[in-house]
């Protein structure tokens, strides 16, 4: 019932920008700390960034400075705006939703790719 739906991802030349689009149905992000993680081939999934439902963010150091993310209760939708993108910043991105309360489902979207050469 509840499902993260990524979007945005694409090819993109060393240097050049992308925004990544989490719509989530079936439930409120309002609800959530959302999180973008990538993973690039025979490599683990790693933590982008996350957001609380207060709106802090967290960067890992690889990509602070360069990305940002957002959320927009109202679309139920996050971002994240990805800027002077490098070629190691190749992976599937997938959005995550953890519940701001004990109980709740962890879900996560089917990821997009995001590939970035010259």
């Known amino acids: 019932q509840v499902q993260l739906v990524e979007s945005g991802g694409g090819s993109v030349q060393p240097g050049g920008s992308l925004r990544l689009s989490c719509t989530a149905s079936g439930t409120k992000i309002s609800f959530y700390a959302m999180g973008w993680y990538r993973q690039a081939p025979g490599k683990q999934r790693e933590l982008v960034a996350r957001i609380s439902g207060g709106g802090n963010e967290n960067y890992a150091d690889s990509v602070q400075g360069r990305f940002t993310m957002s959320r927009d209760n109202a679309k139920n939708t996050v971002y994240l705006q990805m800027n002077s993108l490098k070629p190691e910043d190749t992976a599937v991105y997938y959005c995550?939703?953890?519940?701001?309360?004990?109980?709740?489902?962890?879900?996560w979207g089917q990821g997009t790719q995001v590939t970035v050469s010259s």
């Open positions: 995550n939703a953890v519940p701001l309360v004990v109980g709740g489902g962890l879900y």
